[in-house]
């Protein structure tokens, strides 16, 4: 079940990714649509691995603040 839900996440960001370069070359509107919906959600996810990434490097002291 595990490895179905995982193909279907790949299907879906190739499929975006090949609706960006559709888009890009002048596709028609639901391929632009797609494809902002995907630069939208990879946005998303940028945003938040650098909340991330910042949250442990915040938190993550030495230790030398006696």
């Known amino acids: ?3 179905l839900v995982l ?3 790949l299907a879906l960001a190739l499929g975006g990714c090949a609706c960006v370069v ?3 070359r002048g596709g ?3 391929v632009r649509v797609v494809a902002a919906a995907t630069l939208g ?3 998303l996810l ?3 691995a ?3 990434r910042r949250g442990i490097r915040g938190s ?3 230790g030398d603040t006696d």
């Open 1 to 3: 079940m595990t490895v």
């Open 7 to 9: 193909l279907v996440v």
């Open 22 to 24: 559709w888009a890009q």
């Open 28 to 30: 028609p509107r639901w």
């Open 41 to 43: 959600a990879g946005e």
């Open 46 to 48: 940028r945003r938040g």
């Open 50 to 52: 650098k909340r991330r």
């Open 60 to 62: 993550g002291g030495d």
